[in-house]
């Protein structure tokens, strides 16, 4: 079976015996062959879920029927297979080649768009930030020491920051971590936790949140379904009482339930209104502690992979201040390596792994992120490149254009910064650096139980050791290492192999994809006979990971990572740390630690003899091994937590500082909950950004208005504030945004639904309006209804750019919450992005209109000449992203109108900001809206808030990751049968 010439002769048998059956497919199938090795794509292609040994056997029964019907049959049926997958190979491939070069001209097309704006060339020759300089790689001093962190403490002792961490996928807990559990309990789980645990115990920092899901399933452990969890070891000499970094729970999704990442996106918003209840409770409480009674905001909200992406951009742009976003392993370049295997269509890609929405969830972190932090240069050259909304070479000019003051047009890019991840390092002791301390053996304690389990797998477990620590994916290619053991006597006699494969009780149980690694890494054990030199124990508690390396290191062995791409590698640091020289792919992460550390080999991970070869370069060269390890020894430190820390800090703090902007009213927060004051309980706070308006959604009108500011201002603290009823206590409150396309038929549909409320016996209901429509054409329709403005609370207009509350002086019916403009303004390009969409969208082929009269400071209106030519809403944001234009786009009016609001604004953030400001709480917030309607209903669909979809109003379907339609606050009901819905969501008359 050397070489697989078997396979070779079975496709040579299909050829020379069936001829006849193949007819004019024969030269497609010899082209086939002759373009790529037959072994691998027979084996690797063809036949998934078998391996060589069954497709030997598969041959010796053909051989053993020659000139039978049944070897005939066999050998027909086999050549069809092949033809068949060998052309949809074809097809995928040829397919997403298509693709690529329609992007590549997309993009191309886009960003020569934006550099036409930006003619300057780069006058300060900016370099992309790094954290280390390659160039003094050998020798590099510790850092980190006492005198640094005490000169850092000194620099940050008023500081008091409250930083929120987002995670909300996998199991999280600070003790005995389960990583390798499944694929979403890894290196992110233990990264976030270390992280927050690390930041706690920083000068300058107060308190710090892990938010992530709790879970209370009798499958898991009983812990995650804790609320709180206090971090040891993370509170300082100074902390208060609520000081230190605490893991907070937050339900969210199906009750008693664990879930895999792919299926907690439609539970998105659920999980936002949850934290942003907590973190608004601890901005108050953390105010009353430290800030005399102001609240403490957040420095920012730091969301970790694409789920918690998408979370901490809404809470941020909820509460308006920073937020930081890390990545861990991005959707595009996930998506760009399962097509080059060509198994599977975009189309099944996405219905498995949600890999789209993914995407989309990480150009929004792009949207609305001050600070991408990012491990290694890969993530940004390799991965960030690939997406819509960044682009290397126009980041550095935007860059190099805000420091000269130069306009940018309305184009806004997110800071790249790298900053690897820390590592916890108080296992070393001085003489590390210079001798064994990193490895000393402590002959007076007996050996941890963890080396005996490993030990029992070898004949002679003194050898050295080859050590793998990886979850059983194929992206670890774990199978390509065991090939390169098993295939080099010199290897397998010089050393022993250690797999630590995460934890498992029966193959049966894990997940496929994990069964199916593990068995192929077990028949090759089998196939090889590496019985007596290949360790691989079932189990292992996160607590034995330092003790395994020690093992490995005494018996001066190597650690090895030989995945296709690493994004990181933080296996690598704890083994350097411990003493260990690596052997490591070249691509990702694996570079930039080599080039700091200077402690191993980098290999080609596709190159099975290559892996090999590197291995044996260091166990045959022993002053090779011992100055990787002194050197890994050496420079180890660069990678510490506080070094991480302080780094993180100062690029924190470097951000504006936003918050909201505005004041709560004196004495109110003590309010109770249930007082009967409904209205803006201190008028003087308010006449201060609030605007009596007619016709505020005009851009002259507003400008107009601003002249008269203080005289209006000074006649409002004269009015009664009881004018301007807030819906902040009232219960429920009924949120009206179905999206009509008629004006009438809106107008009758709101008077319907307010008169079956009314009907029901809800005295203390509140009404808002939320709609794309300007202020001025719903007070056309209230009258044509006849009906008043201040029979609702408030009104979100023009898709949630505008708030106004409604004002009895007939002649100034409206009242515009300025303050809100302040609190959306965030990366909004203001005329210059007016400017340059208006020079876009007049250009003949984008068939758009700039519509002035439904035009406002914050929200640029166009009419859609032909809709049927017009780019769909999601193509239209990539063509903004490529030209770095952070705004949403959407349609209304069945795609006969587009607007351009505030990346901070929608209509479902309005309400967000309703909550944050006047405690209008969403959980007693009721939303109306249609099946289907402008661009951006399905937003207003899932939360904390209650909703009823009005069967028959528009059309149109929500997509199924997006919205969890099996949510018990979600029904369904007709126009004449509102009071039934009311009765499905058990609310109750007041």
Same mark, same amino acid.
């Given at each position: 079976?050397?070489?697989?010439?078997?396979?070779?002769?079975?496709?040579?048998?299909?050829?020379?015996?069936?001829?006849?059956?193949?007819?004019?497919?024969?030269?497609?199938?010899?082209?086939?062959?002759?373009?790529?090795?037959?072994?691998?794509?027979?084996?690797?292609?063809?036949?998934?879920?078998?391996?060589?040994?069954?497709?030997?056997?598969?041959?010796?029964?053909?051989?053993?029927?020659?000139?039978?019907?049944?070897?005939?049959?066999?050998?027909?049926?086999?050549?069809?297979?092949?033809?068949?997958?060998?052309?949809?190979?074809?097809?995928?491939?040829?397919?997403?080649?298509?693709?690529?070069?329609?992007?590549?001209?997309?993009?191309?097309?886009?960003?020569?768009?934006?550099?036409?704006?930006?003619?300057?060339?780069?006058?300060?020759?900016?370099?992309?930030?790094?954290?280390?300089?390659?160039?003094?790689?050998?020798?590099?001093?510790?850092?980190?020491?006492?005198?640094?962190?005490?000169?850092?403490?000194?620099?940050?002792?008023?500081?008091?920051?409250?930083?929120?961490?987002?995670?909300?996928?996998?199991?999280?807990?600070?003790?005995?971590?389960?990583?390798?559990?499944?694929?979403?309990?890894?290196?992110?789980?233990?990264?976030?936790?270390?992280?927050?645990?690390?930041?706690?115990?920083?000068?300058?920092?107060?308190?710090?949140?892990?938010?992530?899901?709790?879970?209370?399933?009798?499958?898991?452990?009983?812990?995650?379904?804790?609320?709180?969890?206090?971090?040891?070891?993370?509170?300082?000499?100074?902390?208060?009482?609520?000081?230190?970094?605490?893991?907070?729970?937050?339900?969210?999704?199906?009750?008693?339930?664990?879930?895999?990442?792919?299926?907690?996106?439609?539970?998105?918003?659920?999980?936002?209104?949850?934290?942003?209840?907590?973190?608004?409770?601890?901005?108050?409480?953390?105010?009353?502690?430290?800030?005399?009674?102001?609240?403490?905001?957040?420095?920012?909200?730091?969301?970790?992979?694409?789920?918690?992406?998408?979370?901490?951009?809404?809470?941020?742009?909820?509460?308006?201040?920073?937020?930081?976003?890390?990545?861990?392993?991005?959707?595009?370049?996930?998506?760009?390596?399962?097509?080059?295997?060509?198994?599977?269509?975009?189309?099944?890609?996405?219905?498995?792994?949600?890999?789209?929405?993914?995407?989309?969830?990480?150009?929004?972190?792009?949207?609305?992120?001050?600070?991408?932090?990012?491990?290694?240069?890969?993530?940004?050259?390799?991965?960030?490149?690939?997406?819509?909304?960044?682009?290397?070479?126009?980041?550095?000019?935007?860059?190099?254009?805000?420091?000269?003051?130069?306009?940018?047009?309305?184009?806004?890019?997110?800071?790249?910064?790298?900053?690897?991840?820390?590592?916890?390092?108080?296992?070393?002791?001085?003489?590390?650096?210079?001798?064994?301390?990193?490895?000393?053996?402590?002959?007076?304690?007996?050996?941890?139980?963890?080396?005996?389990?490993?030990?029992?797998?070898?004949?002679?477990?003194?050898?050295?050791?080859?050590?793998? @620590?990886? &979850?059983?994916?194929? #992206?670890?290619?774990? !199978?390509?290492?065991?090939? =390169? *053991?098993? %295939?080099?006597?010199? +290897?397998?006699?010089?050393?022993?192999?250690?797999?630590?494969?995460?934890?498992?009780?029966?193959?049966?149980?894990?997940?496929?994809?994990?069964?199916?690694?593990?068995?192929?890494?077990?028949?090759?054990?089998?196939?090889?006979?590496?019985?007596?030199?290949?360790?691989?124990?079932?189990?292992?508690?996160?607590?034995?990971?330092?003790? @395994?390396? &020690?093992?490995?290191? #005494?018996?001066?062995? !190597?650690?090895?990572?030989? =995945? *296709?791409? %690493?994004?990181?590698? +933080?296996?690598?640091?704890?083994?350097?740390?411990?003493?260990?020289?690596?052997?490591?792919?070249?691509?990702?992460?694996?570079?930039?630690?080599?080039?700091?550390?200077?402690?191993?080999?980098?290999?080609?991970?596709?190159?099975?003899?290559?892996?090999?070869?590197?291995?044996?370069?260091?166990?045959?060269?022993?002053?090779?091994?011992?100055?990787? &390890?002194?050197?890994?020894?050496?420079?180890?430190?660069?990678?510490?937590?506080?070094?991480?820390?302080?780094?993180? +800090?100062?690029?924190?703090?470097?951000?504006?500082?936003?918050?909201?902007?505005?004041?709560?009213?004196?004495?109110?927060?003590?309010?109770?909950?249930?007082?009967?004051?409904?209205?803006?309980?201190?008028?003087?706070?308010?006449?201060?950004?609030?605007?009596?308006?007619?016709?505020?959604?005009?851009?002259?009108?507003?400008?107009?208005?601003?002249?008269?500011?203080?005289?209006?201002?000074?006649?409002?603290?004269?009015?009664?504030?009881?004018?301007?009823?807030?819906?902040?206590?009232?219960?429920?409150?009924?949120?009206?945004?179905?999206?009509?396309?008629?004006?009438?038929?809106?107008?009758?549909?709101?008077?319907?639904?307010?008169?079956?409320?009314?009907?029901?016996?809800?005295?203390?209901?509140?009404?808002?309006?939320?709609?794309?429509?300007?202020?001025?054409?719903?007070?056309?329709?209230?009258?044509?209804?006849?009906?008043?403005?201040?029979?609702?609370?408030?009104?979100?207009?023009?898709?949630?750019?505008?708030?106004?509350?409604?004002?009895?002086?007939?002649?100034?019916?409206?009242?515009?919450?300025?303050?809100?403009?302040?609190?959306?303004?965030?990366?909004?390009?203001?005329?210059?992005?007016?400017?340059?969409?208006?020079?876009?969208?007049?250009?003949?082929?984008?068939?758009?209109?700039?519509?002035?009269?439904?035009?406002?400071?914050?929200?640029?209106?166009?009419?859609?000449?032909?809709?049927?030519?017009?780019?769909?809403?999601?193509?239209?944001?990539?063509?903004?992203?490529?030209?770095?234009?952070?705004?949403?786009?959407?349609?209304?009016?069945?795609?006969?109108?587009?607007?351009?609001?505030?990346?901070?604004?929608?209509?479902?953030?309005?309400?967000?900001?309703?909550?944050?400001?006047?405690?209008?709480?969403?959980?007693?917030?009721?939303?109306?809206?249609?099946?289907?309607?402008?661009?951006?209903?399905?937003?207003?669909?899932?939360?904390?808030?209650?909703?009823?979809?009005?069967?028959?109003?528009?059309?149109?379907?929500?997509?199924?990751?997006?919205?969890?339609?099996?949510?018990?606050?979600?029904?369904?009901?007709?126009?004449?049968?509102?009071?039934?819905?009311?009765?499905?969501?058990?609310?109750?008359?007041?």
């Amino acid at each position: 079976m050397a070489g697989n010439d078997w396979i070779n002769s079975y496709l040579e048998a299909i050829l020379d015996s069936e001829q006849e059956n193949i007819g004019r497919n024969s030269s497609l199938l010899v082209w086939e062959r002759g373009g790529f090795s037959p072994t691998r794509y027979f084996v690797e292609e063809v036949i998934s879920g078998f391996d060589e040994t069954d497709l030997f056997k598969t041959w010796l029964k053909v051989a053993a029927t020659k000139g039978t019907q049944e070897r005939s049959t066999r050998l027909e049926n086999m050549c069809w297979r092949i033809w068949n997958l060998a052309r949809r190979k074809k097809q995928i491939e040829g397919e997403e080649a298509r693709r690529l070069i329609k992007r590549r001209i997309e993009r191309e097309k886009a960003r020569k768009d934006a550099t036409a704006d930006m003619s300057e060339e780069f006058s300060e020759g900016e370099r992309p930030d790094t954290v280390f300089d390659s160039s003094s790689q050998s020798g590099t001093p510790r850092i980190c020491s006492a005198e640094a962190i005490e000169s850092w403490a000194r620099l940050q002792k008023d500081e008091k920051l409250y930083i929120v961490l987002i995670s909300l996928h996998g199991l999280v807990r600070g003790e005995n971590m389960e990583l390798g559990r499944d694929s979403d309990t890894g290196g992110q789980v233990k990264y976030v936790v270390e992280l927050a645990r690390a930041l706690g115990t920083m000068p300058g920092v107060y308190r710090v949140d892990l938010l992530t899901r709790q879970v209370s399933d009798s499958d898991v452990d009983s812990s995650y379904g804790e609320p709180t969890e206090m971090l040891s070891g993370s509170i300082t000499e100074n902390g208060g009482e609520s000081s230190g970094a605490y893991i907070v729970r937050i339900p969210f999704g199906p009750k008693n339930k664990y879930l895999a990442k792919e299926l907690l996106w439609p539970y998105i918003q659920e999980f936002v209104d949850g934290a942003l209840t907590h973190v608004f409770h601890m901005s108050q409480v953390l105010g009353d502690q430290i800030n005399g009674g102001q609240p403490v905001w957040p420095v920012a909200i730091h969301g970790h992979y694409a789920d918690a992406g998408e979370a901490a951009a809404l809470i941020s742009s909820s509460l308006n201040v920073p937020m930081v976003f890390t990545g861990h392993s991005l959707g595009r370049d996930k998506l760009e390596q399962l097509m080059k295997q060509g198994r599977q269509s975009r189309e099944e890609i996405n219905a498995k792994y949600k890999i789209m929405r993914r995407i989309e969830a990480e150009e929004v972190c792009l949207d609305s992120a001050e600070i991408i932090i990012t491990s290694t240069r890969q993530e940004i050259d390799g991965q960030w490149c690939l997406y819509d909304g960044f682009d290397v070479v126009l980041e550095r000019k935007l860059r190099a254009r805000i420091r000269r003051g130069v306009s940018c047009y309305g184009r806004f890019m997110p800071r790249m910064i790298i900053i690897p991840p820390g590592m916890e390092f108080n296992h070393l002791v001085d003489g590390d650096a210079d001798g064994d301390g990193g490895v000393e053996e402590h002959p007076v304690l007996p050996d941890p139980p963890i080396w005996a389990e490993i030990m029992r797998f070898l004949a002679n477990p003194r050898k050295p050791m080859i050590l793998a @620590i990886a &979850r059983p994916d194929p #992206k670890k290619n774990i !199978v390509m290492l065991v090939k =390169a *053991f098993g %295939e080099s006597r010199a +290897l397998r006699e010089l050393a022993n192999l250690t797999l630590i494969m995460g934890n498992r009780d029966t193959i049966d149980e894990m997940p496929s994809t994990s069964a199916s690694m593990l068995t192929a890494v077990l028949k090759l054990i089998d196939k090889y006979d590496l019985y007596g030199q290949v360790a691989y124990p079932k189990h292992h508690r996160q607590s034995d990971v330092p003790e @395994i390396y &020690r093992l490995a290191a #005494k018996t001066k062995g !190597v650690v090895i990572n030989p =995945a *296709f791409v %690493e994004p990181f590698g +933080l296996t690598l640091i704890e083994a350097a740390s411990h003493g260990l020289p690596m052997v490591a792919t070249k691509n990702g992460g694996p570079v930039d630690i080599q080039k700091v550390l200077d402690n191993g080999l980098l290999v080609d991970p596709n190159e099975q003899e290559e892996i090999a070869g590197a291995l044996l370069k260091l166990f045959a060269d022993r002053q090779l091994w011992a100055r990787c &390890r002194q050197n890994g020894l050496n420079n180890i430190h660069l990678f510490s937590w506080p070094q991480h820390c302080m780094t993180y +800090l100062s690029r924190l703090t470097s951000c504006s500082r936003r918050q909201p902007k505005w004041r709560r009213s004196h004495g109110g927060e003590s309010e109770s909950p249930e007082s009967p004051n409904d209205s803006l309980r201190d008028f003087n706070d308010i006449s201060l950004n609030l605007k009596l308006s007619m016709d505020g959604d005009s851009v002259g009108a507003v400008e107009n208005e601003n002249k008269a500011l203080n005289s209006v201002c000074s006649k409002m603290n004269n009015h009664n504030a009881e004018k301007f009823g807030l819906p902040r206590m009232k219960n429920p409150v009924f949120v009206l945004a179905m999206d009509c396309d008629e004006d009438e038929e809106f107008g009758g549909l709101i008077k319907k639904i307010i008169g079956s409320v009314r009907e029901s016996g809800f005295s203390r209901s509140g009404f808002i309006m939320s709609t794309s429509r300007t202020v001025s054409v719903v007070k056309g329709i209230l009258t044509s209804q006849g009906m008043r403005p201040v029979e609702f609370d408030a009104f979100v207009c023009s898709s949630g750019s505008d708030i106004y509350y409604p004002s009895e002086d007939p002649d100034r019916p409206f009242a515009l919450d300025e303050e809100y403009h302040a609190h959306i303004a965030y990366r909004w390009g203001g005329e210059d992005l007016r400017r340059t969409l208006v020079r876009w969208a007049d250009s003949e082929e984008q068939c758009l209109t700039e519509d002035e009269q439904r035009s406002s400071a914050y929200c640029l209106a166009f009419s859609v000449r032909n809709p049927e030519k017009v780019a769909a809403a999601r193509e239209m944001r990539k063509l903004l992203r490529t030209q770095a234009l952070r705004c949403h786009v959407l349609y209304s009016h069945d795609g006969s109108k587009l607007q351009a609001i505030p990346v901070l604004a929608s209509r479902s953030q309005a309400l967000r900001y309703l909550y944050v400001r006047w405690g209008v709480e969403l959980a007693k917030m009721v939303v109306f809206v249609g099946e289907g309607g402008s661009t951006d209903y399905q937003g207003m669909i899932y939360g904390s808030h209650k909703t009823v979809i009005m069967r028959g109003v528009c059309s149109g379907h929500a997509m199924e990751d997006a919205v969890a339609f099996d949510s018990p606050n979600i029904v369904w009901a007709d126009a004449h049968a509102i009071d039934t819905a009311l009765s499905e969501l058990k609310l109750l008359p007041t």
